[in-house]
């Protein structure tokens, strides 16, 4: 009888390599041993670990990134900064630290009257760490000013200002809008764009906003649609009856065609008197109307404007008719 030979194929079958699991597991391994190498490569040839070899190319990284800040300007949020909520803000935050008045000592940190367009990190009296006076340069432009309470650890690394900084841009925009007025001829607000001087100039009279030309609207105006929209949005701080009180805003009767910024007993601000000239006319008051913040920067009229044309018609023609003696619209 003969014996059948061990691992003998039937007829029509592959044979089979019973080492075959234990081949693939191999090979497994392996790949996993040359990738663990090549990871652990650099720590193993220097001496290092992985996490000291991290370390050191942060470095390298952060030695090669650009000395600045790179803080996008916030020119335009400046302009139509809220000051009393940067009066807010500072009084919470930086009083304990800064005196705002002037003539005011210095504390912890210097006295901040007049900081806007003076020397940088030189107020007389105080003692400046040598890490900020390494990064002074020129004045205190509004650019500046942004990047350092942005981060001023970021700005002067080593200053012993330990403030984690404003992050919120609107925040900081209002608290440089407030810092501007400390003074007794605070500097012109910037221009739009990235870091915009803050250099003397003298303040332009008149209005404008750029708006645009509502002339032939007034044709198709409503005065009960001018009306209606007063009542909703503009009420609540003016009255416009003859003889109504100032509120919040002055009383509008009889505006248009009346001089401007000059409603008896009511204190306007010194930006809008400067601006001032001559009469309402209907041209100004569009001007106003679209946009006050640009129209006047430094009003303390935080009203974003009314965007369309023909309800700023409407609202003209219904203060129009609210006077002794209306106007002829254009």
Not at 74 to 103: M, S, Y
Request: proline share 8%.
């Amino acid at each position: 009888m003969n014996t059948p030979t061990p691992h003998a194929t039937e007829p029509g079958k592959k044979h089979r390599d019973p080492l075959l699991l234990n081949k693939i597991a191999g090979g497994i391994l392996s790949a996993g041993l040359v990738a663990w190498i090549v990871i652990q490569a650099p720590g193993i040839l220097s001496g290092k670990d992985a996490a000291e070899h991290k370390a050191e190319m942060a470095k390298m990284a952060a030695a090669s990134a650009p000395a600045t800040g790179g803080i996008p300007s916030i020119d335009p949020l400046i302009i139509k900064g809220d000051v009393e909520k940067g009066e807010h803000f500072v009084a919470q935050q930086c009083a304990a630290c800064h005196t705002l008045t002037k003539g005011g000592a210095n504390g912890v940190g210097p006295n901040l009257y007049g900081v806007m367009n003076a020397k940088m990190f030189a107020k007389p009296g105080f003692d400046f760490s040598s890490a900020v006076k390494a990064k002074a340069s020129g004045v205190w432009t509004y650019q500046k000013m942004n990047e350092w309470l942005d981060d001023p650890q970021t700005f002067a690394p080593g200053t012993h200002m330990p403030y984690a900084g404003i992050k919120n841009d609107a925040v900081r925009a209002d608290t440089i809008a407030y810092l501007r007025t400390l003074s007794s001829t605070p500097i012109p607000l910037p221009t739009p764009g990235e870091g915009a001087a803050a250099t003397p100039a003298a303040a332009t009279a008149g209005l404008n906003s750029d708006a645009p030309s509502i002339k032939a609207l007034y044709a198709s105006a409503v005065v009960t649609k001018g009306q209606s929209f007063f009542e909703q949005q503009c009420s609540a701080c003016h009255t416009v009856t003859k003889g109504g009180a100032n509120g919040v805003g002055p009383n509008l009767y009889g505006v248009v065609g009346g001089p401007m910024f000059s409603a008896p007993g009511y204190s306007f601000t010194d930006a809008v008197k400067k601006a001032a000239e001559g009469k309402w006319t209907p041209h100004e008051l569009n001007e106003w109307l679209d946009d006050p913040m640009k129209a006047v920067p430094g009003t303390r009229m935080a009203y974003p404007g009314i965007k369309n044309n023909q309800v700023r018609a409407d609202v003209i023609d219904y203060l129009n008719s609210q006077s002794a003696s209306p106007v002829k619209l254009p």
